[in-house]
C-alpha cells in the first residue's frame, strides 16, 4: 500500500528565504505525487504534480517540487517565501496501476515570519 | 476559487440524525471524490464516483453512503451520526480517471453534539 511522510509537522522561515518541505513517499511501481495547500477555513488547492519526465517541476505561485527516484522524496522548494505562504502543506501519492487511491500525508504547517 | 461547491459550509447536529451533504463538481469533471478531514485521523478518502458509478471506496463506514446523479452532483449522507463523526468533509473532482489533479471544494464542516 502507499503511503507518505511529512517529517515535520511545521516550518519556519523567514520572508525572503528559500523555504524547503519535505515529502518522503512509498509506493508500488512508479509514482504520481501531489502538493496541495491549504489555507484556514478553505479547501486544498492544488500546486502542482509529477507524473513522469523532468524531475523538476514548477506549479503555481512559485513553488516547484524535485523528484528523487533514489531516495523516494518530492520536497517542495520556493526560492523566496512570502508571508502570504503561511499555511498547511499536503504531499500525497498514488500508484500508477489500475485505480489506486490519493493517500494524503499528516500535512506541514509553513510559517513565514516578516 | 476551484469551482467546486458544497452545501451547506456548517451543520450543527445530534447524535444519532441523518444528515445529507452536497457537493457540484467543476464544469466537465466527472469524478466526483468525497474527504473526512479529522485532527487525529488526517485527511481519509472516503469514496469516489466516476460519470455516475461507484468506482472506489476508501475508509467509509457503513452508516455513510453516497452517489452521483446524472447532472453529476454528488451527495454524502451520513446516518446514526455519532461524536466522532464531527468533522470537516471535502468534495473534490477531477476531468477523469487516472493521473488528473483533483479540484477541492470549500468543505463542509460537521458538528455532531
Known amino acids: 500500500a502507499q503511503s507518505v511522510a511529512q517529517p515535520e509537522d511545521q516550518v519556519n522561515v523567514a520572508e525572503g528565504n528559500p523555504l524547503t518541505v519535505k515529502c518522503t513517499y512509498s509506493v508500488s511501481g512508479n509514482p504520481y505525487l501531489f502538493w496541495y495547500v491549504q489555507y484556514p477555513n478553505r479547501g486544498l488547492q492544488f500546486l502542482l504534480k509529477y507524473i513522469t519526465g523532468d524531475n523538476l517541476v514548477k506549479g503555481s505561485y512559485g513553488f516547484e517540487a524535485e523528484f528523487n527516484k533514489s531516495q523516494t522524496s518530492f520536497h517542495l522548494k520556493k526560492p523566496s517565501a512570502l508571508v502570504s505562504d503561511s499555511a498547511l502543506y499536503f504531499c500525497a501519492v498514488r500508484g500508477n496501476t489500475g485505480f489506486q487511491k490519493l493517500v494524503f500525508g499528516t500535512g506541514t504547517r509553513l510559517l513565514v515570519s516578516p | 476559487d476551484s469551482g467546486v461547491t458544497q452545501t451547506p459550509k456548517h451543520l450543527i447536529t445530534a447524535t444519532g440524525q441523518r444528515v445529507t451533504l452536497r457537493c457540484s463538481p467543476r464544469?466537465?469533471?466527472?469524478?466526483v471524490y468525497w474527504y473526512q478531514q479529522s485532527l487525529d485521523q488526517g485527511l481519509q478518502f472516503l469514496i469516489q464516483?466516476?460519470?455516475?458509478?461507484?468506482?472506489a471506496k476508501g475508509n467509509i463506514l457503513e452508516r455513510f453512503s453516497a452517489q452521483q446523479f446524472p447532472d453529476l452532483h454528488s451527495e454524502l449522507n451520513l446516518s446514526s451520526l455519532e461524536l466522532g463523526d464531527s468533522a470537516l468533509y471535502f468534495c473534490?473532482?477531477?476531468?477523469?480517471?487516472?493521473?488528473?489533479?483533483?479540484?477541492f471544494g470549500p468543505g463542509t464542516r460537521l458538528t455532531v453534539t
Open positions: 464544469s466537465g469533471d466527472l469524478s
Open positions: 464516483y466516476y460519470n455516475g458509478e461507484e468506482r
Open positions: 473534490a473532482s477531477s476531468v477523469a480517471l487516472g493521473t488528473y489533479e483533483q479540484y
